[in-house]
């Protein structure tokens, strides 16, 4: 039975309402150019995609959302992977229903054991056969090769890491006393591109160009935004969880933390 879109919608604002970490209560220049998606493919590909996968749910594009869902969900975005689970469970318009595959992604949600994605995978396991179960505990089987928690949180934590290393190698000097110059992209705090070109297949935002003044940033603030938005990031995936010691400030060679969840 296909679900309305007003449905689908409100299943994954309010998974996105129950496991969201708190909002920063005000937006730096730092914090809105770490926000932008030309940053967060770097650096958080798993809340970019998902962000993607809701402006395709806005558009009534399932299908479509239904591909970033699962890109962000790779990058260890459990909402994402909620609602893969949810998608497949009901169906939409240009996603089947598959209950067997949805009761699988929703066992990957389940992994951290949040209260209601517990909730929803019981009902949906409930609402299968021995031999449905059987099979989609095959399939969860299949899907934690690429999405168990910790290899998802080991990925994240990575290419977090490499693209920071990266990026403060690129510096002129030490963070503190360099700046980054860019445009305000549409002047609306750092969240829009003009004129992008989205790619269906990779998710991505092909060309573009930015409008608006330019701003200048320091690049020891945006080091730490960054830096804010990943622990934000894995804290509302993952909840509890030691990423080790930050990368300092001034010294890119430093060995790049790595990610592990408590018990």
Known sequence: MLHSASRLAGAALLASALLAAPVRAAESAENS????????????????????????????NFRQALEMYEKA??????????????????????????????????????????????????????????EQRAAAGEI??????????????????????????????????PPEYTTITYGSFGGGGGDQMANPVFDA????????????????????????AVKDQFSD????QFGAVDVGQPVGVSNGSQPAPTAEKKP
């Open 201 to 224: 297949n990779t998710g991505a935002l092909q060309g573009g160009r930015t409008e608006g003044v330019t701003r200048t940033v320091n690049a020891a603030k945006f080091i730490s």
């Open 233 to 236: 990031f894995v804290h509302t």
């Open 140 to 173: 969860w089987k299949q899907l934690k090769v690429d999405y168990d928690d910790k290899v998802t949180l080991d990925r994240a934590g990575k290419k977090f890491n490499d693209q920071l290393i990266r990026d403060k190698g690129s510096l002129n000097g």
């Open 73 to 130: 969900s790779y990058w260890g975005n459990k909402i994402a992977q909620f609602d893969v689970g949810m998608l497949y469970l009901h169906g939409a318009e240009g996603v089947p229903a598959d209950k067997i595959r949805g009761t699988a992604w929703l066992g990957i949600a389940a992994q951290t054991h949040t209260p209601d994605v517990d909730k929803a995978v019981g009902e949906a396991y409930a609402s299968l056969n021995a």
């Open 33 to 60: 150019f770490a926000s932008d998606p030309s940053i967060t493919i770097k650096y958080l590909p798993g809340k970019y995609y998902e962000q993607r996968a809701q402006d395709a749910v806005k558009r009534k």
